[in-house]
């Protein structure tokens, strides 16, 4: 197969241009396709057929990590927060796509209904931990009540305050308990998160995700600054700590983001731990971010998502 850039283009019934994009997986999957009858040649970048096998390299661990979890009984939370437009549904979506389903469960949960209003903050979510040789990834969390709910106005202040205290004490309980427990922050710059937002209104495949925040995200960027700094500051714990993922680039931040995972957990015939280390550029610690928070707290411009 030929290399070079990942489009190719064909006409549209108006006679012009459209881009045509390749599924993922199929460009690796045909790199030593011959010519033949009803094949046409493509141009892919070298970067996209490196990533599309690192990427299968690393679903086949997760299904290895997923089967050894059903033998010891093992339970992971995976947590998934971040600005909109930051990559956290991609990733979900590569994590899940070749786990077996029956122990696998991604929660999104939509805005409390009126009974939910009246219960104890976290009582929703934790009808949703995992239960033995279960992986479960909740796509947003109760730590909308750290950023979302304060920024749009949906909490008060004592309520927003309440659940920085509580948090930590609930999230001990569950670690003290045997779930191991990720807590992942995906960290897109404004630049790009604009670019993902006009990306969402043109392409008919992404428009199920447009949403009346989005313009408000940008709006209110620097807002979300401030609560995710109280939010690291509070909830940054030992036991539970925060990774921030640097997530401009979609791909890295994916492929990263499993490896974090993958090295943190023991199964059976694991890769040599040379192929799941993380890079430092993609990777931050809950720490080192905020010390980077606290060094630019009075240049906002220089702050990451």
Request: hydrophobic content about 35%.
């Amino acid at each position: 197969m030929a290399k070079g850039s990942k489009k190719d283009s064909e006409k549209s019934e108006s006679g012009k241009e459209k881009d045509v994009r390749l599924l993922e997986g199929t460009a690796v999957r045909n790199e030593k396709a011959g010519k033949e009858d009803g094949r046409v040649a493509v141009w892919v970048k070298e970067s996209d057929l490196a990533y599309e096998a690192e990427l299968k390299t690393l679903q086949i661990e997760l299904m290895k990590l997923q089967q050894h979890m059903q033998k010891s009984g093992a339970r992971i939370l995976v947590i998934f927060e971040g600005r909109d437009a930051a990559g956290k549904g991609g990733t979900i979506q590569r994590i899940i796509s070749n786990l077996n389903p029956r122990n696998t469960r991604v929660v999104a949960l939509a805005k409390p209904h009126e009974t939910e209003q009246t219960q104890w903050y976290f009582q929703r979510y934790i009808n949703h931990l995992p239960h033995a040789g279960e992986i479960v990834l909740f796509d947003r969390s109760w730590y909308n009540r750290a950023m979302v709910e304060p920024v749009m106005g949906f909490c008060t202040d004592e309520q927003n305050k309440r659940f920085l205290k509580d948090v930590p004490l609930v999230e001990e309980l569950l670690v003290k308990d045997g779930i191991k427990l990720f807590k992942f922050y995906f960290s897109v710059s404004r630049e790009i998160q604009k670019e993902r937002f006009e990306a969402r209104k043109i392409d008919p495949l992404k428009q199920y995700k447009l949403s009346p925040v989005d313009n408000l995200a940008q709006k209110y960027w620097d807002q979300y600054s401030i609560r995710k700094f109280q939010m690291l500051s509070e909830t940054n714990r030992s036991l539970s700590p925060w990774t921030i993922i640097r997530s401009d680039n979609k791909k890295l931040a994916r492929l990263n983001c499993m490896k974090h995972i993958l090295s943190a957990m023991t199964y059976d015939d694991k890769l040599a731990d040379k192929h799941l280390v993380v890079d430092p550029k993609i990777i931050i610690s809950g720490i080192d971010e905020l010390h980077h928070m606290e060094e630019n707290l009075l240049t906002p411009g220089k702050l990451r998502g």
